[in-house]
């Protein structure tokens, strides 16, 4: 399997929380990059959060402007597991979220610019 598995999605009112995994296998996840992009219904796809390999800037977190203090993206090398937490969110943040792997690329919407994706999981916040 080279396609990474997210998992978590749901429906959750506004204000609440939701955290997001994304579990992959077939390569070597502690070097890449990994990635969670989001498509909300009817729009275009967007980047929203990166994180970086083992042992390269401490690990260091990147996330797009409206998501920054309410999510949290983080990885479990010896699990080869991504994960997105996600508090405060708002109805806005509505969207199939898909998690992203490659070596040297991080920060793009699409999924053609890394060399694995998934499928995604459907975020709905609705009241």
């Known amino acids: 399997q080279l396609q990474p598995v997210e998992s978590g999605g749901g429906v959750v009112q506004p204000g609440g929380s939701l955290n997001l995994s994304c579990t992959a296998s077939?390569?070597?996840?502690?070097?890449?990059?990994m990635t969670w992009i989001r498509q909300p219904p009817g729009k275009g796809r967007e980047w929203v959060a990166s994180?970086?390999?083992?042992?390269?800037?401490?690990?260091?977190?990147r996330y797009t402007y409206s998501v920054k203090g309410r999510f949290t993206i983080s990885r479990d090398n010896a699990k080869n597991t991504l994960h997105l937490q996600m508090k405060d969110l708002k109805p806005e943040d509505t969207a199939v979220y898909l998690c992203a792997a490659d070596p040297g690329q991080f920060g793009s919407a699409e999924p053609g610019d890394y060399d694995y994706w998934g499928q995604g999981t459907q975020v709905t916040v609705s009241s």
């Open positions: 994180i970086y390999p083992e042992g390269r800037d401490n690990t260091a977190t």
């Open positions: 077939g390569f070597t996840f502690s070097r890449n990059f």
